[in-house]
T-cell receptor, first 115, second 113 residues
């Protein structure tokens, strides 16, 4: 059971380049999330999805787009990368409804550097 | 002012010490309180979960919530080198919908032999 898998784990981009981070979960979770983690800032929610075909903005959505075409996958896109988007990105998933204890299941992170 | 404040540390203690980690928050409507542990270059994982006020114990770990003071704590007894990690507090208004967790910045803990 792999849980939440993120690819790639590391990436270096130049300003203005685009890229997509892929998140895959095999726990049949309805809810999926993308966070960024920066020193002194904690984890901040970028976008989230409550089901296949749905997405919504989180706390810091500007400069990012997401898609949830399949239940098990959640993609995070950067159309024109900026140095301010240098960060560690975490994907997470969770149960909805009665099974929900508030627990998020995280991937191992994707380290992105924008030069 | 951040909704959740957490001292980033680092906190360095000898093996066997009692560790106290704390967070304060400003939103009195928070109902669910969690502690996540994050090892270096890994994703966070849930360590403790508490609803409303009170204490919860799990082995060497005790989570405490004082809603009147808007203050939560995590105590680690008989700390071990394997406890060396960053500890993130998190809280949310409710869990009926998606988990809108608000995280603290994390406290880095080092337990040395």
């Amino acid at each position: 059971n792999a849980g939440v898998t993120q690819t790639p784990k590391f990436r270096v981009l130049k300003t203005g380049q685009s890229m997509t981070l892929l998140c895959a979960q095999d726990m049949n979770h309805e809810y999926m999330y993308w966070y960024r983690q920066d020193p002194g800032m904690g984890l901040r929610l970028i976008h989230y999805s409550v089901g296949e075909g749905t997405t919504a903005k989180g706390e810091v959505p500007d400069g990012y787009n997401v898609s949830r075409l399949k239940k098990q996958n959640f993609l995070l896109g950067l159309e024109s990368a900026a140095p301010s988007q240098t960060s560690v990105y975490f994907c997470a998933s969770s149960y909805p409804g009665q099974k929900n204890t508030g627990e998020l299941f995280f991937g191992e992170g994707s380290r992105l550097t924008v030069l | 002012q951040k909704e959740v404040e957490q001292d980033p540390g680092p906190l360095s203690v000898p093996e066997g010490a009692i560790v106290s980690l704390n967070c304060t928050y400003s939103n009195s409507a928070f109902q669910y309180f969690m502690w996540y542990r994050q090892y270096s270059r890994k994703g966070p994982e849930l360590l403790m979960y508490t609803y409303s006020s009170g204490n919860k114990e799990d082995g060497r770990f005790t989570a405490q919530v004082d809603k009147s003071s808007k203050y939560i704590s995590l105590f680690i007894r008989d700390s071990q080198p394997s406890d060396s990690a960053t500890y993130l507090c998190a809280m949310t208004l409710g869990i009926r919908g998606y988990n809108k967790l608000i995280f603290g910045a994390g406290t880095r803990l080092a337990v040395h032999p």
